[in-house]
């Protein structure tokens, strides 16, 4: 089965690090995209970025370039969101997705099961 | 890059047909075939529904069914059933790299 498992929720504080990941099983993690994906209580989604894992080739959304890192470590067929000096505003729902191999560039067909993250004093 | 715009609420009653709206520019939605529609359930990740403006993955019913022209991508969900209930949100390529949702609707069954 295709599966994309990501790390737990996480509380923090404003100022803090956070760094979530997302492990992909049941297929060949290093050749599909891996994407990210916002969703802020109660709001739709935002796109942030993607990578590819073979190489680590990044895609940043110009709306998040500069605020997150997205890496991956084939070895463990992981990839990973990183975010520094935390703010109130971060609280959100984030998502891992595989870009589908449909052809479609803006397809995700698997997901993660989001890790929610709660940043507060 | 904005958000594509879809109309905040949707409703049909079981068994009719309801369709959601996705309005994005020409330098989007008018210029790629790529859009793509999600459907999510409350406390759930989204899941792919169509991809390619009207292709469906494996397992996704017939009932869901897309289009679009010029800037305008349409899902129509025909044949409305309780489980359809869900908020549902497009995204394009557009272009440089660059993806962008819609602002998502969320689909009542009266």
């Known amino acids: 089965e295709v599966v994309l498992v990501q790390s737990g929720a996480e509380v923090k504080k404003p100022g803090e690090s956070l760094k979530i990941s997302c492990k992909g099983s049941?297929?060949?993690?290093?050749?599909?995209?891996i994407g990210w994906v916002r969703q802020m209580p109660g709001k739709g989604l935002e796109w942030m970025g993607m990578?590819?894992?073979?190489?680590?080739?990044?895609i940043y959304s110009p709306s998040f370039e500069g605020q997150v890192t997205i890496s991956a470590d084939k070895s463990i067929n992981t990839a990973y969101l990183q975010t520094s000096s935390l703010k109130a505003s971060d609280t959100a729902m984030y998502y891992c997705a595989r870009r589908s191999d449909y052809g479609d560039y803006s397809s995700f067909d698997i997901w993660g099961q989001g890790t929610a993250v709660s940043v507060s004093s | 890059q904005s958000a594509l715009t879809q109309p905040p609420s949707a409703s049909g009653s079981p068994g009719q047909s309801v369709t959601v709206s996705c309005t994005g520019t020409?330098?989007?939605?008018?210029?790629?075939?790529?859009v793509s529609w999600y459907q999510q359930h409350p406390g759930k990740a989204p899941k792919l529904i169509l991809y390619?403006?009207?292709k469906r993955p494996s397992g996704v019913p017939d009932r869901f069914s897309g289009s679009k022209s010029g800037n305008t991508a349409s899902l129509t969900v025909s044949g409305l059933q309780a489980e359809d209930e869900a908020d549902y949100y497009c995204?394009?390529?557009?272009?440089?790299?660059?993806?962008?949702f819609g602002t998502g609707t969320k689909v009542t069954v009266l």
């Open positions: 995204c394009s390529y557009a272009g440089s790299n660059n993806r962008v």
């Open positions: 990578i590819y894992p073979d190489d680590s080739d990044t």
């Open positions: 049941g297929y060949s993690f290093t050749t599909y995209w």
């Open positions: 390619g403006v009207s």
């Open positions: 020409s330098s989007d939605i008018g210029r790629y075939n790529y």
